[in-house]
């Protein structure tokens, strides 16, 4: 029974260190902790930048006129080629001037004959005037002397307006241009009668400079107010705002320009002002009627901190981004967002200069992870000079330029 149980103990004793030799063979089978993941991360870039905001408009001219006759009659010749450029005072149409100027000739007529009958008015007065004071003739008809007199110096006023307007009528037959520009087809062929004041003859567009029309919100007007009155953006009232303007196939933003013009008030049916641009067109290259994509200067030069657009993630309504901490450890950021410049997003607070940011392998980084750091830089992509979509118009800034490419300011 001895021997039973002793044989018992050693068999339970040979497998307890069967047990632990298996266990270390299988803690020396083990494989190592994995290392840390190799993540890029890269100081925010520093730069001097000015905001501009995003708007869509269209170009106007500063005067347009369409070329009606003044009086009517029948088109003799056009003074002009369908699209030509046309001085101010340029013959245009010349309507017969025959019936005006014979009505002219017959006007000077009744003018002489109510000239030549005043003077004789005048010379009987004053005979009128020697009898009365030898009391040759009444006081009646010395009285009827001077009325004869008035009636002959109103006849011959009447006489002269009659050939002033009549000589206005010649005048009128040769239609000028009112303002240079540029004129469109004629709308009458020679030949055709024309009816004064109402026929259309063709149209005068100015073109050099031009106008570009948009309308903004009412939060972009609050905050533009608020900026000039702080100092940290032109006012309306002491400077024209510095714009740049997009073409529909344009890369980037090359025709600049001004605002001249805020509206008195805000449209109470769509919460928008309007607001107007003038530029310089010497070329004649933009033509009223073309849309473009216009951004109005929205800020005054300030020190902004960028980093990629793909280093920025969402939790729950906050923007962050995974930052270098202590031990190579990640931490999250909160941070607010500004507007766009080649491809970088301005950060406005929550990031440091210092800080080391995360900018590619996100997939593999989390907040509180231990990484291998591998630096990066951070720099502008290509100028592409992308706009938004049509409509496309917020209260946040879309978009920023160094401070340096900002024309300088021009007094309104």
């Known amino acids: 029974m001895r021997a039973t149980r002793r044989l018992t103990t050693l068999l339970k004793l040979i497998g307890a260190v069967g047990l632990a030799a298996a266990m270390a063979g299988c803690a020396k089978q083990k494989p190592p902790p994995p290392p840390p993941p190799q993540v890029s991360v890269a100081q925010p870039l520093k730069m001097t930048l000015v905001d501009w905001d995003d708007y869509d408009g269209q170009f106007t001219a500063v005067y347009s006129v369409d070329i009606r006759p003044r009086v009517s009659g029948y088109i003799l010749n056009v003074g ?35 000239e030549a009958t005043l003077i004789n008015a005048g010379q009987q007065l004053v005979r009128g005037r020697t009898l009365l004071a030898a009391h040759a003739i009444s006081e009646q008809a010395y009285e009827l002397l001077q009325a004869a007199e008035r009636q002959a110096a109103a006849d011959l006023e009447t006489a002269k307006g009659n050939v002033a307007a009549q000589a206005l009528n010649v005048e009128y037959t040769r239609v000028v241009s009112p303002i240079a520009g540029r004129v469109s087809d004629r709308r009458i062929s020679p030949g055709n009668l024309v009816n004064a004041d109402t026929t259309i003859l063709t149209n005068v567009t100015s073109t050099d400079p031009i106008w570009f029309l948009f309308t903004g919100s009412e939060a972009l007007y609050v905050k533009y107010q608020h900026q000039g009155l702080t100092g940290a953006r032109p006012s309306w009232r002491h400077a024209a705002i510095p714009v740049e303007i997009q073409l529909v196939d344009d ?34 290259f933009l033509t009223p009627g073309m849309f473009g994509h216009l951004r109005l200067l929205g800020s005054s030069p300030y020190t902004g901190l960028l980093i990629p657009d793909t280093a920025i993630t969402s939790d729950l309504n906050q ?13 999250e950021k909160s941070v607010t967002l500004g507007p766009v410049y080649r491809g970088l997003r301005v950060i406005r607070s929550g990031l440091a200069q210092g800080d080391l940011v995360v900018i590619n392998e996100l997939n593999r980084a989390k907040a509180g992870l231990k990484i291998s750091p591998k630096r990066g830089l951070i720099s502008p992509g290509p100028d592409v000079g992308v706009a938004p979509g049509p409509g496309y118009i917020a209260p946040v800034p879309t978009s920023a330029t160094p401070a340096s490419d900002l024309p300088p300011p021009t007094a309104r």
């Open 251 to 284: 890369p980037t933003y090359r025709w600049r320009g001004r605002v001249d013009f805020v509206d008195n008030q805000i449209d109470p049916n769509s919460g928008a002002i309007r607001q107007r641009a003038v530029l310089e067109n010497p070329d004649d």
């Open 319 to 331: 923007r962050v981004v995974l930052v270098l901490g202590q031990n190579n450890v990640l931490r």
């Open 80 to 114: 002009f080629r369908d699209g030509d450029m046309v001085r101010k005072g340029q013959l245009l149409f010349q309507i017969d001037p025959r019936p005006y100027q014979a009505a002219l000739v017959q006007a000077k007529g009744v003018e002489a004959h109510d």
